[in-house]
């Protein structure tokens, strides 16, 4: 009952809040131009008596008014109701062609059931949901990452097909959803073709699919130390901790032979980041991470992420598989050795398609 009483307040403030079309705005005022010569129109009268003598009060607007006036307020509001259904009718035949196709990555097992396609994502026109669902089958069982990686890389052609025969202007595009960190990353790369893509997320407190839309609490992430890297290294291990510290104990484990360079938050909480600007913030120190490893040579980077899964879409929508080096994405299994059991080699420059790395020492993958 209390997630529907929010629910009910949230699209009540939208509602309220929502930007207004010329249309509405000129039927609006139109409206108001009409009742205006009513409420300017009016007669009062007030009598007292005191036991001897009457005193009458009368107040009138009306017979003051110039005779014009009134019409002239009819005809332009008139004008003005009728201008603003011709503009909404027209809006609303070009909504009606809008689509917003609303994609859904269910790769966990603890992945809610609830459809992201219902959630208020402020996008016009109609919904075309988008489920890429490889979920284990039960709590025991650990990611497939052979299906993941099936899954994920259909997404371009999937999305081509919803959106075949449209206008690109028509088409609007949404991404979230919980899955594996590499699935994620590799879902924002194959979706950086597109023009504009909204992002969203699950509000674990709320339990409910979110924008990103949430003020900038201002924190950034700590500045990397780059010196534990040995000149000439052509490879080296970037450890991102965002929502949850990073285990290094763990990454060590997995890639012995590699140095370890550390892109850390300054505050490192899982629901921290629910602001657009913070997030950019975050991608924009990714990316300076990694052009600096590129400028250190280091040609290929083994990249272990802790984020939100909204901000792995967006680290993966901001990789330039043409000028930064090959990367390999890691995902975690506290239970495996070494805890970095498989990677996806994200596509890169002569190598479009995306690849499965099973290893039993990462280090050693190729």
Not at 266 to 283: F, G, I, L, R, T
Request: hydrophobic share 45%.
């Amino acid at each position: 009952m209390t997630n529907f009483i929010q629910t009910v307040v949230l699209r009540l403030l939208d509602w309220v809040t929502r930007p207004r079309t010329v249309g509405l705005r000129l039927v609006v005022t139109g409206g108001a131009l009409l009742a205006a010569p009513f409420s300017l129109d009016w007669l009062g009268q007030l009598d007292l008596f005191d036991g001897k003598h009457w005193l009458s009060i009368k107040a009138a607007t009306g017979s003051s008014l110039p005779q014009w006036m009134a019409p002239t307020a009819y005809a332009v509001g008139c004008l003005l109701v009728a201008a603003g259904l011709v503009l909404l009718y027209v809006d609303h035949k070009r909504t009606s062609r809008k689509v917003a196709i609303v994609i859904e990555l269910r790769g966990l097992h603890s992945s809610p059931d609830t459809p992201a396609k219902d959630t208020d994502l402020r996008l016009p026109g109609q919904r075309l949901p988008l489920l890429m669902d490889f979920r284990p089958q039960s709590e025991t069982e650990l990611v497939n990452p052979s299906l993941a990686l099936q899954k994920v890389t259909s997404l371009k052609s999937l999305l081509q097909t919803h959106a075949d025969g449209r206008d690109p202007s028509d088409v609007a595009v949404a991404v979230g959803g919980l899955a594996a960190v590499p699935a994620l990353f590799l879902a924002g790369m194959l979706l950086d073709d597109e023009s504009a893509v909204t992002l969203y997320d699950w509000h674990r407190d709320g339990k409910r699919w979110r924008l990103i839309d949430g003020p900038d609490d201002g924190k950034r992430l700590m500045p990397v130390d780059y010196s534990s890297l040995s000149t000439g290294a052509t490879e080296a291990v970037l450890a991102v901790s965002l929502s949850y510290a990073v285990s290094l104990s763990a990454v060590k484990a997995s890639f012995p032979t590699l140095e370890v360079v550390e892109l850390r938050a300054e505050e490192v909480v899982a629901d921290k980041y629910w602001s657009s600007e913070k997030q950019q913030a975050v991608v924009a120190a990714f990316r300076t991470a990694v052009q600096e490893l590129l400028h250190r040579g280091a040609h290929r980077i083994h990249l272990v992420l802790a984020a939100p899964a909204s901000l792995s879409l967006r680290l993966g929508m901001s990789y330039d598989r043409r000028l930064m080096p090959e990367l390999l994405v890691y995902q975690y299994e506290r239970t495996c050795t070494p805890p970095y059991p498989w990677a996806f080699a994200m596509p890169t420059h002569g190598k479009p398609d995306a690849i499965l790395v099973v290893t039993t020492k990462a280090a050693a993958a190729s």
